[in-house]
């Protein structure tokens, strides 16, 4: 892939192992949005990078929902679906959700994430859920999307609610190309509906939500990366491109035939950054466990506090810092300590 012309801020940078790259056309956003804002992106930094131990999770990421309509070829939802191993739909009640918002409020939380394995839009109460974590004082408070349900008087209530950052999930320039990958979708009405959200954000003269095209990057639409930066550059806030890779499924031999090890020297940011609810309150060591591998508690019976400065984290914590990530079974399956081989 040629280099891009365009300045990409982010800690990809600085680190060949991250996949993921982000391009701030507004790069001004976040001071913007003021000192708080600002206080909460420094202690985002310090405590990632110092992999320092704050009393509380900075972020959540909350399963809303696994119902989507799409099919996309390269998640892992319709992986599932295609083994037979997708679980039954579910909804998070939003008293289970509001039970986690009022500690965190109470204790500095600060962003939520409202997805994870399904479609965010279609809760019934997600709306409802935003103003909740506006009102409860959370300071960025963010979904991803496939954009398909992103009509008009959606994206208004979204904005009147309080979203903080709105990503879309958004693969080709091309039309046919975009609906192969995202099978089940509709190029025009996505592209309508992101042009839509920036034009009622311009017209009401807001700073938020930050919106921004997540591009996943694959053999296949790799080189439709400038294109993609031109399509939206005029329209969007900034874009995020995702290296889409396996490498969880693959053994060493695959992972040799594929020219990629396993980083032995590798620390994750999460665990000093961040815990995920499950839709019935359940409270996991990452966000990325699909499978629902690492479950440290319930909310009915635990509080997110004690989860975070348990045991079981804690541990973790000390292996990874230690180099003996592989020893975390759902860490030593997860393509973020994976880098490329070099040579042939």
Known sequence: MPESPHRLTSKAERDVNVCCQFLDFNETWERDMGPAFMAYRHDWQRYSAARELRPFPMHLDFDL????????TFCPRTQMARRGTLPPAFTMPFDVYAAAIDEGA????????????????LHPDLVRMVTY???SGILDIMLHTSGLFLDEPMAQRLMDAGLTKLIVSFDSPDKAHYEALRVGSSYDRVVANIRTAARLKRQAGSIT?????????MRENAHEREAMIDMWRDVVDGMGFLEYINY?????????????AYREDFVCE?????????????????HLDDADEVV????????LEEAWT????????????AGRIREIGLCSRCSTPMMPVEGD
């Open 106 to 121: 109470q204790k500095g939380l600060y962003a939520v994430n409202l997805n994870a394995s399904g479609e965010p839009l």
């Open 248 to 260: 969880y499924q693959w053994d060493e031999e695959d992972r040799y035939r594929h020219r990629v």
């Open 133 to 135: 974590a506006r009102e």
């Open 296 to 303: 440290l508690g319930n909310l009915s019976s635990m509080s």
């Open 270 to 286: 999460k665990p000093w950054q961040r815990l995920a609810v499950t839709h019935d309150g359940g409270i996991k060591f990452c």
């Open 209 to 217: 939500p930050f919106i921004r095209i997540n591009m996943v990057l």
């Open 65 to 72: 929902t696994n119902t989507c309509t799409l099919r996309c």
């Open 310 to 321: 348990g045991e079981v984290m804690t541990r973790y914590r000390e292996l990874q810092k």
